[in-house]
Each structure stands twice: as C-alpha cells, then as structure tokens.
C-alpha cells in the first residue's frame, strides 16, 4: 500500500493550492481519509478528514470555510482544495488512510495506518 501527497508549492497570501493524495494497493473510497499538517516547531495536527461510510467531511475549525476535501473515486483520489491561504497555513501536508473506515472522529481520533510522505506548501505574505 502506497499513499502519495503532491500539489504543493509556494503560493501567495490569499491564493489557493490544490493538493492530492493518490493510493496504490487500496481503494481510497472504501477508507477514511484524513489530511493532517505539521509546521516546523510544532506538532502534526488534523485538518480535514472524508468518511468512508457515507462521504461526510470533518474539518479543523483553522481551516473550515477555506479548505475542502473531496474524493474522485474513478481516480482513486482524494482531494484538500485550499482557498484563501495565509502564512500561517504554511507546512508539510499529508494524507492517510484508515483502512477500518467509517466515521470521521472527533479530534481526528481515527486509527489512520497508512501515511503519504508529506508535501510542503508554503504561504508567503
């Protein structure tokens, strides 16, 4: 099972990124997908997670009403599409899968076994 997070890149305040997380080896809509983020300093934290069980969506309230997260199940794909960037949104970006699926928990409390090797977006002001 491989999972991999692209799309970052250098953007400017209030610009937007597309970032993806393509799988191999599973089938991403069976799984609870969770993108997480860590900053340099400080620790890996949740941002935005899509059920397996019925495709509902969870978000950290840093990031509610700009990001938004979708999956494209013919590409075996999901999605965090980020609006409105600011500097504080800088950092390395991963996705992760929990292969038990179903809800996205609170707190991002899911048991995500499979990790992407990050991607780093940086927000310039």
């Known amino acids: 099972v491989q999972l991999q997070a692209y799309g970052g890149g250098l953007v400017q305040t209030g610009g937007s990124l597309r970032l993806s997380c393509a799988a191999s080896g599973i089938t991403l809509n069976y799984e609870t997908i969770g993108w997480f983020r860590q900053a340099p300093g400080k620790e890996r934290g949740g941002i935005s997670c899509?059920?397996?069980?019925?495709?509902?969506?969870y978000y950290a309230e840093s990031v509610k009403g700009r990001f938004t997260i979708s999956r494209d199940n013919a590409k075996n794909t999901v999605y965090l599409q980020m609006n409105s960037l600011k500097p504080e949104d800088t950092a390395v970006y991963y996705c992760?899968?929990?292969?038990?699926?179903?809800?996205?928990?609170?707190?991002?409390?899911?048991?995500?076994?499979?990790w992407g090797q990050g991607t780093q977006v940086t927000v310039s002001s």
């Open positions: 992760a899968a929990d292969t038990y699926g179903g809800w996205c928990l609170e707190y991002f409390d899911n048991e995500y076994d499979y």
């Open positions: 899509i059920s397996s069980s019925d495709g509902s969506t």
